[in-house]
């Protein structure tokens, strides 16, 4: 059974701080891994995507994955009220098969 | 344009119904998936299929059934609709790519709430 595990918070920071969204999967032969953001009453939308080892930056937001700790993480730099939101880390384990969500963590960024 | 669009988006119906829910996608996908999401906000994967051939059936009551008459388009049939199926029904679809990490970016249409009374 594959299993991406989230810890389901609430997670909450000051405006302008730095938030950190961690995921485990259990599938060791997971490729591909995804941080979905979702307001409420709306769909998931995608933040990041990343399949290699290190660290990925884009904007405000840096992905980092770790195959051997099968551990992938999410920061947040200079949050803002406006990214209060769940966060859903997600997992493929082969390109054209479903991904597999965790439970999300829910963020709440206080002004 | 809207690229995965499902109608309706808000159902009520009792008990005991039939219902069904309509996705169609415009990005030239070759997969689409449903997936349902409960009150506790988990989202898992109920079926999926690749140009219109079933790929991934979750352990679903068969009381559920996806049809894709073509690539574009997967629909979800509920019969004799009960309590428990009242959740978010996300339709979603993805380019099917090849192995090597290229990754699988799955698109998500804006959800069918479904309540069953």
């Known amino acids: 059974q594959k299993e991406v595990e989230q810890n389901s918070g609430p997670l909450s920071v000051p405006e302008g701080a730095i938030a950190s969204l961690n995921c485990t999967y259990s599938?060791?032969?997971?490729?591909?891994f995804f941080w979905y953001r979702q307001y409420s009453g709306k769909s998931p939308e995608l933040i990041m995507s990343?399949?290699?080892?290190g660290d990925k930056e884009d904007g405000r937001f840096t992905a980092q994955l770790n195959k051997a700790s099968q551990y992938v993480s999410l920061l947040i730099r200079d949050s803002q009220p406006s990214d209060s939101a769940t966060y859903l880390c997600?997992?493929?384990?082969?390109?054209?098969?479903?991904?597999?969500f965790g439970k999300g963590t829910t963020l709440s960024v206080s002004s | 344009d809207t690229a995965v669009s499902q109608t309706p988006k808000y159902l009520v119906t009792q008990m005991g119904n039939d219902k069904s829910i309509k996705c169609e996608q415009n990005?030239?996908?070759?997969?689409m998936y449903w997936y349902k999401q409960d009150s506790k906000k988990f989202l898992k994967i109920m079926f999926s299929?690749?140009?219109?051939?079933?790929?991934i059936n979750e352990t679903v009551p068969n009381r559920f059934s996806p049809k894709s008459p073509d690539k574009a388009h997967l629909n979800l049939h509920i019969n004799s609709l009960e309590l428990g199926d009242s959740a978010v029904y996300f339709c979603?679809?993805?380019?099917?790519?090849?192995?090597?990490?290229?990754?699988?970016?799955?698109?998500f249409g804006e959800g069918s709430w479904l309540t069953v009374v």
């Open positions: 997600a997992v493929n384990h082969q390109a054209g098969t479903a991904l597999i």
């Open positions: 990005l030239g996908h070759d997969t």
């Open positions: 299929y690749n140009n219109k051939e079933l790929i």
């Open positions: 990343i399949y290699s080892n």
């Open positions: 599938d060791r032969g997971s490729q591909s």
């Open positions: 979603a679809s993805s380019q099917l790519r090849g192995t090597g990490g290229s990754g699988n970016t799955i698109y």
